[in-house]
């Protein structure tokens, strides 16, 4: 088996999809199609469509695209097996029927977002940081039934720094999904399209526990100050830049106002008081933690206004010693 012996259908939507892409097509790989979300609705009216930066990079490079509301419709199933594809690469799409993924002869594998089993899910970046993981990675599976269960093709770890944020290892990982796509499909071409892969129940055992990603929603992203400062200072990276770990800003009048924190910094100083209470120390605001320690916001923004460093968000603000975060 030869690399011009494959067919490749690629199915993915964001950025982070857009690297392993453009990886194939700069190594000369035959994409045959591209299958991405349809395009979203935006603007005030949701008048204007946005297509998805895959379409858009599709586009751009003359890549027939397709964009089913339904994977099983009957016209796109019958449109997708018109391109003959062998193999099928999914990174950053939606869940797909057997009808699609068992479609092709050499399997369908996905490029996900961390090592499994661990952190199976819709946002395993964020899940990593907020449980203060130091270590990630991208692993390639077969696709089957359930939900990032496959069989394991390839792994790749990825050190997450103390100071990384969710943009930071998104970038390192959609980097590293595309080298871990181009070395999975080498060694399905060596291996005559019949590559060893490894269940994922045999990979458990080694595992005291299995974290999982679950879906974020807002109220996931709120912030609870019992928590010790380690955790909040994970809590608020792991959802740094988006979606935005948020609070509640109490002034001494009861009034309650979203409260955006964006960036923390530890610190090893502690506070007699309760969890929740703001700590003004010359420009630096400290909110006290669960365990007695305090935690520096850096930067923040309040409903309706723009971000800032927490520094200048003091500067507007009279007496916020007297306020409190819940």
Not at 116 to 145: C, K, M, S
Not at 208 to 236: G, H, L, M, S
Not at 289 to 299: A, I, M, R
């Amino acid at each position: 088996m030869t690399k011009e012996d494959l067919r490749i259908v690629f199915m993915g939507t964001p950025e982070f999809a857009v690297e392993t892409l453009d990886a194939l097509v700069k190594n000369e790989y035959n994409v045959v199609a591209v299958v991405t979300q349809p395009d979203k609705p935006v603007g005030r009216h949701g008048s204007v469509l946005q297509p998805s930066a895959v379409k858009q990079y599709a586009l751009e490079h003359g890549l027939p695209v397709l964009q089913p509301e339904k994977m099983k419709d009957v016209d796109f199933v019958e449109e997708l097996r018109s391109y003959n594809a062998n193999l099928q690469v999914v990174v950053a799409f939606r869940m797909l029927p057997e009808v699609v993924w068992a479609m092709p002869e050499y399997g369908t594998f996905n490029v996900h977002a961390a090592l499994l089993p661990q952190y199976r899910g819709a946002a395993p970046i964020n899940w990593a940081i907020i449980n203060g993981e130091t270590t990630t990675g991208v692993t390639t599976f077969f696709l089957d039934h359930d939900i990032d269960t496959g069989r394991v093709i390839m792994q790749m770890p990825f050190e997450i720094a103390d100071d990384y944020n969710v943009e930071n290892v998104y970038d390192g990982l959609m980097h590293l999904g595309a080298e871990i796509c181009l070395k999975t499909i080498e060694y399905i071409i060596k291996e005559n399209g019949r590559p060893k892969a490894m269940p994922q129940e045999e990979m458990i055992e080694a595992h005291k526990e299995i974290r999982q990603a679950p879906k974020i929603f807002k109220e996931t992203c709120r912030i609870d100050w019992t928590r010790t400062a380690k955790q909040n200072y994970d809590f608020v990276r792991g959802l740094s830049p988006v979606p935005g770990a948020w609070t509640t800003l109490v002034s001494p009048a009861g009034k309650e106002t979203v409260l955006k924190v964006y960036a923390t910094r530890k610190t090893d100083e502690g506070a007699s008081a309760k969890p929740g209470t703001i700590v003004v120390d010359g420009r630096r605001m400290l909110v006290k933690c669960g365990d007695n320690n305090v935690l520096e916001l850096v930067e923040v923004q309040l409903a309706g206004k723009k971000r800032m460093a927490a520094a200048d968000f003091l500067n507007g603000m009279k007496d916020l010693g007297e306020y409190h975060l819940e």
